[in-house]
T-cell receptor, first 113, second 115 residues
Framework: NAGVTQTPKFRILKIGQSMTLQCAQDMNHNYMYWYRQDPGMGLKLIYYSVGAGITDKGEVPNGYNVSRSTTEDFPLRLELAAPSQTSVYFC????????????FGEGSRLTVL | DAKTTQPTSMDCAEGRAANLPCNHSTISGNEYVYWYRQIHSQGPQYIIHGLKNNETNEMASLIITEDRKSSTLILPHATLRDTAVYYCIVRDPRAGGTSYGKLTFGQGTILTVHP
């Protein structure tokens, strides 16, 4: 199993550009999450999904959108990039039996200039 | 979720046991203690969790006090690759609503393992 795979690993955007961060998991987990981590800080939940077709907002959803058309994939969309969205983004997944045990991807480092 | 308090940093010699403490005095009966670590620039990695009994797996041991107000993560034979930020998190795994998926990663403990 590859676990949780995120692409791209690095990206530089100009203000106002749009992009999608991809996340895929091969563990057949129903639950998937997107977090962001600013330098020296903890992780903050952006969006989460409890299954295909179901998504909900986390702590910091503004400026982002998600979709969940399949169990495996959970892309995160940035519509109008702003410097405040410069961060490291982590995707994670978990099984339904124990939502405290999350499996994380390696992260996507985004810089908005 | 209950708040946790951890020391900012700790040092440990390679090959020795690393004992990382965590205080969670406001923990409620349904809340578990989870430990994660984050090696520089990588995604957090789940280590272990427990409710009230001591737990052990291939990575570490978790000792929870009888009153559940504190716990200790033990890495029995620390290696240089164990240098990381260690996070103690307390939450109810069945929490829903706005708490869903909300693992509150505080500042954690920076563990440095020296040769």
């Amino acid at each position: 199993n590859a676990g949780v795979t995120q692409t791209p690993k690095f990206r530089i955007l100009k203000i106002g550009q749009s992009m999608t961060l991809q996340c895929a998991q091969d563990m057949n987990h129903n639950y998937m999450y997107w977090y962001r981590q600013d330098p020296g800080m903890g992780l903050k939940l952006i969006y989460y999904s409890v299954g295909a077709g179901i998504t909900d907002k986390g702590e910091v959803p503004n400026g982002y959108n998600v979709s969940r058309s399949t169990t495996e994939d959970f892309p995160l969309r940035l519509e109008l990039a702003a410097p405040s969205q410069t961060s490291v983004y982590f995707c994670a997944s978990s099984s339904g039996r124990n939502t405290g045990e999350l499996f994380f991807g390696e992260g996507s480092r985004l810089t908005v200039l | 979720d209950a708040k946790t308090t951890q020391p900012t940093s700790m040092d440990c010699a390679e090959g020795r046991a690393a004992n990382l403490p965590c205080n969670h005095s406001t923990i409620s009966g349904n809340e578990y203690v989870y430990w994660y670590r984050q090696i520089h620039s990588q995604g957090p990695q789940y280590i272990i969790h427990g409710l009230k009994n001591n737990e052990t797996n291939e990575m570490a041991s978790l000792i929870i006090t009888e009153d559940r107000k504190s716990s200790t993560l033990i890495l029995p034979h620390a290696t240089l690759r164990d240098t990381a930020v260690y996070y103690c998190i307390v939450r109810d795994p069945r929490a829903g609503g706005t708490s869903y998926g909300k693992l509150t990663f505080g500042q954690g403990t920076i563990l440095t393992v020296h040769p």
